[in-house]
């Protein structure tokens, strides 16, 4: 997988190929303990979780068109049916490995199952300040927990407008998120590593000794909006 990796794809930013190693292990890990109730896994189980890893790491910095080439390198690659979606030579649109996670059940769903239903309430409700679940926020959330969950740090890449921050909102307001509390600090030309620390210190209160935590036993989610 590096040599095809290496002359086949471009990843959005520059990564080591020992950096898309360590993703992949962590995301694999995460994954593994979610389905820990199946343990021992079988080999097909292994294979399911092993390609849904490959692909939320060494193939998650792709453009859509590299994506197409590293969802039938998976499918080239992986046994009949342990891969989600086919390859490029199935038209059908939103079928490659990228729309489909496993379910509770290890079987291979599509994202658009998974979306939770947008629930409002009318007498309170602001347009402008509203979050409505899609494929891609779905997808992002979950994504970031994985991540999450083993204490990996996650960097959300896109376009401008592409709802980056949106889908990082998202996530915080769902249940994945727990109890954790949230620090929004947004990043511009004007940022100061001064600006960045008071921020930081407006979150957190002395535990004990020179231990600073946030209030009430929390742990401290820091969102960068650059």
């Given at each position: 997988i590096e040599v095809f990796v290496r002359d086949n794809v471009k990843y959005v930013i520059p990564c080591t190929f020992a950096h898309l190693v360590t993703s992949f292990l962590k995301v694999f890990a995460s994954v593994t303990n979610e389905y820990k109730?199946?343990?021992?896994?079988?080999?097909?189980?292994?294979?399911?979780?092993?390609?849904?890893?490959?692909?939320?790491?060494?193939?998650?910095?792709?453009?859509?068109?590299?994506?197409?080439?590293?969802?039938?390198?998976?499918?080239?690659?992986?046994?009949?049916?342990?891969?989600?979606?086919?390859?490029?030579?199935?038209?059908?649109?939103?079928?490659?490995?990228?729309?489909?996670?496993?379910?509770?059940?290890?079987?291979?769903?599509?994202?658009?199952?998974?979306?939770?239903?947008?629930?409002?309430?009318?007498?309170?409700f602001k347009f402008s300040s509203s979050l409505v679940p899609t494929v891609n926020s779905t997808c992002t959330s979950y994504i970031i927990y994985l991540n999450e969950r083993v204490g990996r740090p996650v960097l959300v890449t896109g376009g401008s407008g592409t709802a980056k921050t949106s889908n990082v909102l998202q996530y915080a307001a769902s249940e994945h998120f727990g109890e954790m509390a949230l620090k929004k600090v947004n990043f511009s030309f004007a940022t100061t590593a001064n600006m960045v620390q008071t921020a930081v210190e407006a979150s957190i209160v002395k535990s004990r000794g020179r231990t600073y935590a946030p209030d009430q036993g929390k742990t401290l989610t820091l969102f960068l909006d650059d």
């Open positions: 109730k199946y343990t021992p896994f079988t080999l097909v189980e292994l294979e399911r979780m092993w390609t849904f890893a490959l692909t939320w790491s060494l193939g998650a910095l792709l453009d859509y068109e590299d994506r197409i080439k590293f969802n039938d390198f998976i499918h080239s690659q992986a046994t009949a049916g342990n891969a989600g979606g086919s390859d490029s030579k199935d038209e059908e649109a939103d079928n490659t490995v990228y729309d489909y996670l496993l379910d509770g059940e290890m079987q291979w769903t599509h994202w658009s199952e998974q979306v939770p239903d947008f629930e409002y309430q009318a007498a309170t």
